[in-house]
């Protein structure tokens, strides 16, 4: 995180310092690698009873792990949402009254872009193309589900085009009293 901070104060025209560069370089190096593979567990022991394989089978390797975690009974809502925070699932609830129930989306929230993490990893979003695989509703919402409200980085765009042109602005405002003061004008 204090290299984000590092990186954030830097001039945006100049090119970050060595310095900062070996120290990412340098965190990098500590990282360990995880993978993620999401996989339908359910589908995959349902179609390979009578020992045939499956097209969801998994081929695991030496060191490989195989994580399957807790069932829980809870929804999770975070993003730009008023009160982000897990409540208890509650069949027949949909995504948007889980919104609803933390205190509704933000201004500054993208309505069009929300989407559910699932429990198994999946990601259901209401743009996503259905024709490769099955059918998949982004307002179904089952226990341990995650439901992320995204910023609309739509609305950030003017903010920091406005921010130009009133640093410009004002940059010449400065400059033309300059030229009058000493009489240029």
């Known amino acids: 995180?204090?290299?984000?901070?590092?990186?954030?104060?830097?001039?945006?025209k100049q090119q970050p310092s060595l310095e900062i560069v070996r120290s990412l370089a340098d965190q990098?190096?500590?990282?360990?690698?995880?993978?993620?593979?999401?996989i339908d567990l359910p589908k995959l022991i349902r179609d390979t009873?009578?020992?045939?394989?499956?097209?969801f089978d998994v081929?695991?390797?030496?060191?490989?792990q195989l994580?399957?975690?807790?069932?829980?009974q809870e929804v999770t809502v975070t993003g730009e949402v008023f009160y982000p925070t897990s409540h208890l699932y509650k069949k027949g609830l949909d995504r948007d009254k889980y919104v609803n129930m933390s205190g509704g989306a933000t201004?500054?929230?993208?309505?069009?872009?929300?989407?559910?993490?699932?429990?198994?990893?999946s990601v259901a979003t209401a743009s996503a193309s259905t024709s490769w695989f099955e059918a998949v509703d982004p307002d179904e919402v089952s226990?341990?589900?995650?439901?992320?409200?995204?910023?609309?980085?739509?609305?950030v765009r003017p903010i920091s085009l406005w921010?130009?042109?009133s640093q410009i602005i004002y940059q010449l405002a400065i400059a033309a009293a300059s030229a009058n003061a000493i009489g240029v004008f």
């Open 1 to 12: 995180m204090a290299l984000a901070l590092q990186l954030a104060q830097e001039d945006t």
């Open 28 to 38: 990098l190096r500590g990282v360990e690698p995880t993978g993620r593979l999401v």
């Open 49 to 55: 009873r009578g020992g045939r394989r499956s097209e």
């Open 59 to 64: 081929t695991l390797m030496d060191g490989d």
């Open 67 to 72: 994580f399957i975690p807790p069932i829980t």
């Open 107 to 121: 201004a500054k929230a993208d309505r069009k872009r929300i989407y559910v993490v699932r429990a198994n990893g």
């Open 143 to 155: 226990p341990g589900d995650t439901i992320v409200v995204p910023l609309d980085v739509e609305r």
């Open 163 to 165: 921010t130009s042109v």
